[in-house]
């Protein structure tokens, strides 16, 4: 314990006795003095300060065993709510999410409109049906999503736990838990929800933990309770009895920071976060243990981090708000125009005619006939978005999900799992992507360490060799087979018989090296069944190597607090446990110091090889030059390494030595630095054995996935609560860093100034020019915008990386500094965050969004994850070890980092292209289809007249045209996936947004106002005073709308042909079928029977078959059709010509490369010495060591049998 902490005790208002002294002087000489129940976790004064000002206003107080007293403080119940909608909120709360889109508060004012007779021109229904039915699919598809929430949060909610009640353990559901009861947790069981420990199966209280749903660590954790609990055990009547009251710090987010003071039987007792267990942990290597609950539901650390549910829209769904605010603006212009128009033809010409034009009795002038138009023209012109627009959106977005979900490439056969489209509102977003925010365990890696290669004595394990000595891939063949030894973990697999064949030859060097494997560890080991061993081990890296040495006839069997029982090859060897050197972050090894069966002293050492390489003999100089080579060779292919030594101890050495040791064990001024001296005696002329390469397995095609993903310009960050080591390694092996890099920044400040600092000084050297004052960015900065502005990329002066710890970043993500952090990251060609907190995730991701202004993508696949997930605008959830929380918070899921290629550059580029194209398309349809009105109105004294029949207004967008552009919109594909994946540059027009965007739109603007001129007028000169054969006049209104009406659709869909270039059947049927479903519907209207039927609603009674039949119709349709269709090719080919941007030149390159193959690329190896990238086996904490040598490990049955006497 450090004596701040001691302090910290004695300033309490508690009066500390002496007993209490001597008992916290006993905890030093157990070597655990973090055990002691008056310990404060450390932290800054800074901290501590904050921490003691928001108690004094806010606490937490609660009884043990006492709901009625807890109740009088409305603690919320245990159950978790990640439901956006419930049966009463659903509809007004959807509804006001969906009128968050312009186009529907635009439809729901327009069937207002409709409603009024003297401005109506159509009937109501002709909007309110569309709109009703918009507003349910959506609706509907919004439920369903929301049901699925529902009926997660209902599985957890109604798991089992054992609660104590009564004096008896009786079975409830998660929900019923309430703050104040007394709980049962069990092995392999996850805590239900944030609970003070209070007793346990292990001696001492102890009781071993997971947290991979919260920090991502798969690594064992141990906590404690206090000594005054633990003595309950599982007496059911002391527990019932219990009547503690807690009184600690309010909900909050901080995983590792908890504090509070427990009275119970007139003593107080402080806890800290190493005696709460939190939601979220699963409970290891320990049969049982009883909490009390201090936090739950939404209260819970777990829950604290998870983020808020917001409502996800796309960019295209943003800018279509803007561009519908353009069209009201048209829309008016036009409107007023017409008004205005009328108002004059009613004052020249109307007001004489009203013999033959009557006005309405409501009508007292000019102007009031100009201001009811104006009404009428919004109605009639309101085609200029169609409210069919969003339900083709909604078909396009739920064709495209299928797409995703009937991927046979992402579906993962071992766990029969496909892909998944949890939203279908986002597919085109997935084509925009610009950053990608990673977990690392269980996103990247598989969470499995394996033992690959070694090397022994200068000579190297683990490679496959040919009949010439070359190194080939290695084969399923060569596993060795391990069934001589009956104690081997049957799912390790190894690849090299030359290394049994070694150890059979009982070669003393490799026995020494699998001896230390078997002996330098902190590992615990428990035989359920007889004959199978479990371990338990403090870090996965350390429970591979003695895995390993175990399968190669090392087994470490059991361990006391004096003894390490090792199975050597049949023979069990009983070696005594003198000393362990614990692993700290800063000495970065491990040491044990034994006495073997034979009664000598050896000392056994594991560690990162840049330090152990300066504690050899120098007798070890040539053996360590080649070992190192042996490492250069392990990096390269992103093992994790370790350098393995040993020293034999003389037996006065070995009794100072020890003395010296227990001296700096007890002392209370200085420890940590008096016992890293006299570990450095000890650690010294050390006798080099070998090295080991372990795998943190990634999984299949993560390097090549990121490797892609680069290509097409995404910027991939890793996120991690994992060690900076850990992480690092993890970013070269995925190859977001490289070798090749100009330079790795490491930022490890622990306070502002030098934070700030670090961040400025790679920014230096980055881009020396972004410091200076004239910068456009520091300019902005000086402005002091409230508002986030846009930050432009800006261009370093080579390739770096980033790394940044979760200390520092705290700092980095206040105010300015957090500017500071974002220009230089994403300057960075890679970051790496590490030690990150759920809620740093999610602050980080939002940064990027809020000031890059661009589309963020975060996956991840626990339940730390789901903050960052929630914070993106997309959320991907792999489907993997730690639950499925994140996954039920996504947007999409899947099983392998790997898919996430897919998703973006085949069905994201093809979803954003596709809805490019309709987008594109269909607003020229609309406006080429709705301007002919603007033209007509000159025509008709702008009296909003409609130049169609009603029935093609009906049609035209529900029936006539729906097909061909949803076809374009599912079918549509420019390269076919091999092509999207083998050329990522494809994927950047997305990145830019430059197939749709206001550019785009007024193009479609422009082109639809040439088409509408072309096809009024056209026909209009055509038909102007034109006769038919017999000599009958062919210029009646009726006749001048067919053929209007037939050329538009002609027009149109040539368009819509000429924009295809993915042709299919289904295609074909589409394009051509509509068109001759067209002319089929029109005679069918215009027959004499429909008419005979409904006279009152038919009026173009047998118009088709006489203007089909007449040369000039057909005239008009050709002569249309070229002029409207010149303009877009011309533009297009002159566009190639001189505009040509990189898709371009790559679409050339492909269709190259279609007819000229080129030869696959040769491989080579590269070497990269110097670069090793040591990866000692990291705890994540301070080693077991002192734990171990405690005894504090066994369970002792005299002394259980003592404590249930009392």
């Known amino acids: 314990m450090e004596v701040a902490g001691v302090e910290g005790c004695e300033a309490t208002d508690e009066i500390v006795s002496a007993w209490t002294i001597l008992i916290l002087a006993s905890g030093f000489l157990t070597g655990i003095p973090w055990n002691c129940n008056w310990h404060y976790s450390a932290m800054s004064v800074h901290e501590r300060e904050n921490e003691d000002k928001q108690s004094e206003y806010e606490e937490r107080i609660l009884m043990a065993n006492d709901r009625k007293f807890n109740s009088l403080f409305d603690y919320p119940d245990n159950s978790i709510k990640t439901s956006k909608y419930s049966f009463f909120n659903f509809l007004p709360i959807n509804l006001f999410e969906q009128f968050q889109r312009l186009a529907n508060a635009y439809f729901l004012i327009l069937l207002f409109l409709q409603l009024i007779p003297q401005i109506s021109s159509l009937a109501w229904y002709t909007t309110v049906i569309p709109l009703v039915v918009v507003l349910a699919i959506t609706g509907v598809k919004d439920a369903i999503d929301d049901v699925k929430r529902h009926q997660s949060d209902k599985q957890v909610n109604n798991r089992s736990v054992l609660m104590l009640v009564d004096g008896r353990v009786e079975e409830h559901k998660w929900m019923n838990v309430q703050v104040g009861d007394v709980i049962k947790l069990q092995n392999n069981h996850p805590v239900t929800a944030d609970v003070l420990l209070l007793s346990s199966s292990e001696p001492y209280g102890l009781t071993y933990i997971e947290t991979a749903d919260l920090d991502g660590e798969t690594n064992l954790k141990v906590k404690q309770s206090i000594s005054v609990t633990c003595e309950m055990e599982d007496n059911l009547k002391l527990l019932s009895a219990f009547d503690g009251e807690v009184r600690c710090e309010p909900p909050n987010n901080k995983l590792d920071k ?41 209260d819970t650390k777990l829950m604290q981090n998870s983020g808020r549910s917001t409502f996800k829209r796309t960019h295209i769904d943003h800018l279509m708000n803007v561009l519908v605010v353009w069209i009201f603006l048209v829309l008016g212009a036009m409107c007023l125009l017409l008004s205005v128009g009328h108002g004059i033809w009613e004052s020249n010409k109307g007001y004489f005619f009203q013999a033959f034009l009557p006005w309405q009795q409501f009508i007292a002038s000019s102007a009031t006939s100009s201001a009811l138009v104006f009404w009428s023209y919004f109605i009639v012109l309101n085609t200029m978005v169609p409210i069919s627009l969003y339900v083709s959106v909604e078909i396009i977005r739920l064709g495209n999900s299928y797409y995703i979900n009937w991927d046979r490439q992402m579906f993962y056969a071992p766990k029969n799992i496909p892909a998944q489209a949890r939203t279908t509102t986002l597919n085109e977003e997935l084509g925009q992507v610009k950053y990608v925010f990673s977990d690392k365990t269980g996103t990247l890696t598989e969470n499995v360490m394996v033992f690959n290669k070694c090397s ?207 001296e700096a064990c007890l002392t209370l001024e200085d420890r940590e630095r008096k016992l890293n001296l006299v570990y450095e005696e000890a650690e010294k002329d050390l006798m080099l054995l070998g090295a080991t390469a372990i795998e943190d397995k990634l999984q299949s095609g993560v390097p090549e996935t990121i490797c892609t993903l680069t290509k097409a310009k995404i910027k991939v960050w890793v996120l991690t609560g994992d060690k900076q080591e850990t992480a690092v390694n993890i970013a070269y092996s995925c190859k977001i860093f490289k070798d090749e890099m100009d330079g ?31 910068d456009p960015i520091n300019i902005c900065l000086a402005r002091k915008t409230k508002i986030p502005f846009r930050m432009l990329d800006e261009t370093p002066n080579g390739s770096f990386g980033l790394v940044i710890g979760g200390c520092s970043l705290a700092y980095a993500l206040e105010g300015n500094m957090e500017l500071e952090l974002l220009r230089t990251a994403c300057m960075c060609k890679g970051v790496i965050c590490c030690r990150m907190t759920p809620l740093q995730k999610a602050q980080v991701v939002d940064l990027v969004k809020r000031y890059k202004k661009v589309v963020t993508l975060a996956i991840g696949d626990g339940a730390n994850d789901i903050g960052m997930i929630k914070a993106a605008n997309i959320g991907v959830g792999i489907s993997g070890h730690e639950g499925m929380q994140a996954m039920l918070n996504s947007d999409f899921s899947f099983c392998q980092f790997r898919h996430l290629q897919r998703l973006l550059l085949v069905h994201g580029r093809w979803s954003y292209n596709r809805m490019c194209k309709f987008l594109s398309y269909f607003f020229y349809k609309n406006f080429a289809f709705t301007l002919v009105h603007f033209w007509y109105a000159f025509f008709n004294g702008f009296s909003a007249q409609t130049v169609y029949d009603t029935w093609f207004i009906t049609c035209y967008n529900l029936i006539y045209t729906s097909l061909p552009v949803l076809g374009l919109s599912l079918f549509e594909k420019d390269v076919n996936e091999t092509w999207s994946l083998c050329y990522p540059e494809l994927y950047e027009p997305g990145q830019h947004n430059l197939y749709f965007n206001k550019k785009e739109f007024l193009k479609c603007l422009v082109h639809g106002i040439y088409s509408s001129f072309v096809l009024f007028f056209v026909p209009m000169g055509t038909i102007f005073n034109s006769e038919r054969s017999d000599g009958k006049d062919i210029s009646d ?60 609603t038919f009026h173009f009674l047998g118009v088709a078959r006489n203007i089909l039949n007449q040369p000039q119709m057909w005239l008009c349709l050709v002569l249309s059709t070229v002029l409207c269709m010149i303009p877009v090719i011309g533009y297009n ?74």
């Open 456 to 662: 022994i004595n200068g000579k190297t394990y683990g490679y496959s060799y040919d009949a010439n000595g070359h190194h080939v891939p290695v084969s399923p063949n060569d596993k060795v087979d391990f069934s001589y030894n009956r104690l081997a973990d049957p799912k390790f697999s190894f690849y090299d018989n030359a290394l049994v064949e070694a150890v059979k030859s009982e070669d003393h060097l490799v026995y020494l090296f699998f001896l230390c494997l078997s002996l330098c560890h902190t590992v615990m080991s428990e035989e359920k069944v007889e004959g199978e061993l479990v371990y338990q081990a403090q870090s996965p890296d350390e429970g591979a190597l003695v895995t390993a040495s175990r399968n190669f006839g090392f087994v470490f069997s059991s361990r006391t607090s004096e003894t390490i029982t090792v199975i050597e090859m049949g023979k069990i060897r009983v070696y005594q446990l003198l000393a362990i050197l614990d692993f700290s972050n800063e000495r970065k090894r491990m040491s044990v110091v034994v006495r073997t069966p034979e009664d000598r002293v050896m000392l056994f050492c594991k560690g990162a090889d840049t330090i152990i390489y300066e504690l050899l003999h120098p007798s070890c100089a040539s053996l360590s030059e080649v070992t190192m080579d042996h490492l250069d060779d392990f990096a390269s292919e992103g093992l994790r390494t370790l350098m393995i030594a040993y020293r034999e101890l003389d037996n006065t050495f070995f009794q100072t030595w020890i003395k010296k040791h227990s």
């Open 1037 to 1096: 209104f009726q006749s001048f709308s067919l053929i209007v009406q037939s050329t538009l659709i002609w027009v149109v869909t040539m368009q819509i042909a000429l924009r295809t270039n993915f042709w299919t059947l289904i295609s074909h049927a589409f394009i051509w079928g509509s068109l001759g479903f067209y002319f089929c519907t029109l005679l069918f209207l215009c027959s004499d029977g429909l008419y005979l039927m409904f006279p009152s």
């Open 1133 to 1206: 080919f002159l566009r190639l010509l001189l505009w040509p941007v990189n898709v371009d030149k790559v679409l050339n390159r492909i269709h190259f490369c279609l007819k000229h193959p080129l030869p696959p690329p040769v491989k080579t190896k590269v070497k990269h010495p110097g670069l090793r990238r040591s990866a000692y086996a990291f705890s994540h904490k301070h080693g077991f060591g002192a734990l171990i040598t405690s005894g504090k490990t066994l369970k002792s049955n005299v002394v259980k049998t003592s404590k249930r006497a009392l």
């Open 258 to 298: 908890f504090s509070g003071i427990l009275t119970y039987l007139g003593y107080s007792y402080f806890l800290d976060h190493d005696k709460l267990l939190l939601r979220g942990c699963i409970i290891r290597n320990t049969d049982w243990c009883y909490g009390l609950v201090i936090y739950t539901g939404p």
């Open 744 to 774: 790795v920044f490491v930022v490890e400040g622990t306070d502002r100034e030098t934070v700030l600092q670090e961040l400025r000084a790679a920014r230096n050297k980055m881009k020396p020019e972004s410091l200076l004052e004239s």
